[in-house]
């Protein structure tokens, strides 16, 4: 496991599209979301102790913001073939155990994870309703190795300044997380710069 920050991809940021299968059947499309206050776009993965330590919270911010008309898509980008508890498979399995209420997507040429520069997961990028990067930061400041409680304070507050339309804080923490898992050869430009 390298502990790997977010890239912090440049606030203002258009949101990349994609169009990606959906562990449960089907294919999910960035457009499918047009129209909404806000899209949380969040990489994440199976065995990653870091997302382990805060699937709960990622539940119930999906339970709780899809309420208030947010829009929320998990997508995995690790290298199944090396990670198979990555696999489809297993994210369908992860999706149901965590109790996951938005869709989750396999990225599996890692096209979506070099557009939007993610590099750990979690990692996370809000977009206002205009599709505008408005937050990619943090989820809370809990990690599994300190005693702080997840509370997903964060990513919480940009998301109810995004859908109350006042602006999000300027100053914002990197997430910290498991290295995505590139398959060989697939490294990005910017990876390790």
């Known amino acids: 496991m390298a502990r790997t920050e977010s890239t912090m991809l440049e606030l203002g940021t258009q949101a990349p599209g994609f169009t990606l299968p959906e562990v449960d059947g089907g294919m999910v499309s960035s457009d499918d979301f047009m129209g909404a206050p806000a899209l949380l776009v969040m990489f994440l993965c199976n065995h990653c102790p870091f997302v382990k330590h805060v699937r709960e919270e990622l539940a119930a911010i999906g339970r709780d913001y899809s309420a208030r008309g ?3 898509v998990a997508i995995s980008a690790n290298d199944a073939d090396a990670y198979p508890a990555d696999s489809p498979d297993r ?3 992860e999706k149901r155990d ?4 938005f869709p989750y997507l396999f990225d599996e040429s890692q096209e979506v994870a070099h557009a939007y520069r993610a590099a750990c997961t979690p990692d996370f990028f809000l977009f206002d309703g205009g599709g505008r990067l408005v937050y990619r930061g943090q ?6 190795s300190n005693d702080v409680p997840v509370s997903g ?18 100053e914002q923490k990197p997430s910290l997380g498991c290295n ?9 430009a910017w990876w390790g710069a």
């Open 98 to 101: 965590a109790g996951y209420v």
């Open 153 to 170: 304070a964060d990513l919480r507050a940009a998301l109810d300044a995004v859908l109350e339309e006042r602006p999000v804080a300027g």
């Open 70 to 72: 947010a829009a929320i």
């Open 180 to 188: 995505i898992k590139w398959k060989p050869g697939n490294e990005p």
């Open 139 to 144: 989820l809370d400041d809990s990690r599994p």
């Open 91 to 93: 994210m369908r399995e």
